[in-house]
């Protein structure tokens, strides 16, 4: 139980009944129990190996998608992406395209009509990785938009998670440098577990709302 709100917590919306909540609290998150992604984990740093990587995830259907962006503290500036992540059924990608030509060799999956790239706030995400270099965008879904159509208020992927999976997700390492060659296991983990509750969401999202 969270508080006053979990996610087996039936609203009445009109005359139906919801099977989670259509709004939390952070205190409420907080409630819930942490979830980390403890799969498999490829860190990609060169070029050879980031193209083995597309041949193996260009065969899935649906990749969990999400970027890092080393943080800026002065108003009005912003880094553009240092790592691409990628979840797919099994286990998580993380590409880190500044040590290469990380978009032109991303470029077929963010461009595959086939593979939707499923994920929070995806326009920002998509518009800044344009701003390295330009690439077609097809496939990307927004998971904020799939849960709005279920009635929830909620947008950000923290507050999704806690809805209408049960957990909450840290946020510990969200500030950290992403631009460093060699990524801490914490920033690894975190990265992986964005991408990965991605997926999840979308999956619930789209099961109910095909009822």
Same mark, same amino acid.
């Given at each position: ?16 009944a ?32 980031? %193209?083995?990587? !597309?041949? @193996? ?5 649906? /990749? =969990?998608f ?5 943080? +800026? ?23 880190q ?40 965008? %097809?496939?990307? !879904?927004? @998971? ?5 159509? /279920? =009635? ?6 923290? +507050? ?46 789209q ?5």
């Amino acid at each position: 139980m969270a508080g006053n709100n979990t996610v087996d917590l039936e609203q009445e919306t009109g005359t139906e009944a919801l099977p989670y909540a259509t709004s939390i609290s952070k205190s409420e998150i907080n409630d819930l129990p942490l979830f980390r992604y403890e799969g498999t984990i490829h860190l990609i740093d060169n070029e050879a190996e980031a %193209r083995k990587a !597309v041949k @193996i995830l260009k065969k899935e259907q649906v /990749l =969990g998608f999400d970027t890092e962006s080393r943080p +800026s503290f002065r108003k009005g500036d912003h880094y553009l992406p240092s790592l691409v992540q990628f979840a797919s059924a099994t286990e998580v990608y993380l590409f880190q395209i500044g040590q290469f030509d990380g978009i032109g060799v991303l470029s077929p999956i963010f461009g595959s009509k086939s593979i939707a790239k499923v994920g929070v706030a995806l326009h920002d995400d998509v518009r800044r990785l344009q701003e390295i270099a330009p690439f077609k965008d %097809r496939g990307f !879904v927004e @998971i904020a938009t799939m849960t709005k159509q /279920l =009635g929830i208020n909620n947008t950000g992927l923290r +507050s999704l998670a806690a809805i209408l999976l049960g957990f909450r997700i840290s946020k510990g390492a969200q500030v950290s440098n992403w631009a460093r060659s060699n990524l801490s296991h914490s920033q690894l983990v975190y990265a992986a577990t964005d991408a990965w509750v991605s997926r999840l969401l979308y999956e619930k999202a789209q099961s109910l709302a095909q009822g």
